[in-house]
């Protein structure tokens, strides 16, 4: 079964500064994994994804994740935070020998930026 | 590409009374969508599986005489809300993925979502 654990619900950042949104997984195959972000009433917007390769993905408005096999996990990160990235992340998984499956996603993570 | 619509965005309803929410694919052909309800501060439920020109799947848990699906063409997907009840009151969000391009490695492209209320 495939799963992921998204263990805060919700994160605080001041504007400028780094951000960190965790997300750990489980597979019983390869992994791969993505990131959505929700805006208020919105559907999910895609961000990256992690197939195979560089461990570190970047994605749109400057998100980056870093996927650790060791650890089974798949951070999202952003070096300066801006206060237009406050919304609802979201970190999914597909196991790589599943087919056409849909996504699992975590609960969800709600970023606050404050300026 | 990859465009997925809903509609209506926001329906309020009476008790009762049934409901359609149309998920479509703009730009590309989905023999698959799913649905999925959010609510709120929770994650995504993954309810059913569309099929084009086959039955639905639903997830464990979710009663199918309930939520009707019909996915009568490449391009359209219904949720049908029977007799709606207060506690269906939710987020609904639809699926779809251009052929070709549909599980494995590649994202699922998602409608904007439709806000239910119940009265």
């Known amino acids: 079964a495939q799963s992921v654990a998204q263990p805060e619900d919700q994160v605080n950042v001041a504007e400028g500064n780094p951000l960190t949104v965790k997300c750990t997984y489980s597979?019983?195959?390869?992994?791969?994994l993505f990131w959505y972000v929700q805006y208020p009433n919105r559907g999910l917007q895609f961000l990256l994804k992690?197939?195979?390769?560089?461990?570190l993905v970047k994605g749109s408005y400057g998100f980056e994740a870093e996927f650790n096999k060791s650890q089974t996990s798949f951070h999202l990160k952003k070096p300066s935070a801006l206060v237009s990235d406050s919304a609802l992340y979201f970190c999914?998984?597909?196991?790589?020998?599943?087919?056409?499956?849909?996504?699992?996603f975590g609960k969800g993570t709600r970023l606050s930026v404050i300026a | 590409g990859a465009v997925v619509s809903q509609h209506p965005s926001r329906v309020i309803c009476k008790s009762g009374t049934s409901v359609k929410i149309e998920c479509r694919s703009l730009?590309?052909?989905?023999?698959?969508m799913f649905w999925y309800r959010q609510f709120p501060k929770q994650s995504l439920m993954l309810m059913a599986t569309?099929?084009?020109?086959?039955?639905?799947?639903?997830e464990q848990g979710v009663e199918k005489d309930k939520f009707l699906i019909n996915h009568a063409s490449l391009t359209l997907s219904t949720l049908t809300v029977t007799s709606a009840h207060p506690e269906d009151s939710s987020f609904y969000i639809c699926?779809?993925?251009?052929?070709?391009?549909?599980?494995?490695?590649?994202?699922?492209?998602f409608g904007p979502g439709t806000r239910l209320t119940v009265l």
């Open positions: 699926s779809a993925t251009p052929p070709g391009l549909a599980g494995g490695p590649h994202e699922q492209f």
């Open positions: 597979v019983s195959g390869n992994p791969y």
């Open positions: 992690y197939i195979t390769g560089d461990n």
């Open positions: 999914a998984v597909r196991d790589g020998n599943s087919g056409n499956t849909p996504l699992v």
């Open positions: 730009d590309f052909q989905a023999t698959t």
């Open positions: 569309s099929n084009e020109g086959s039955k639905a799947t639903y």
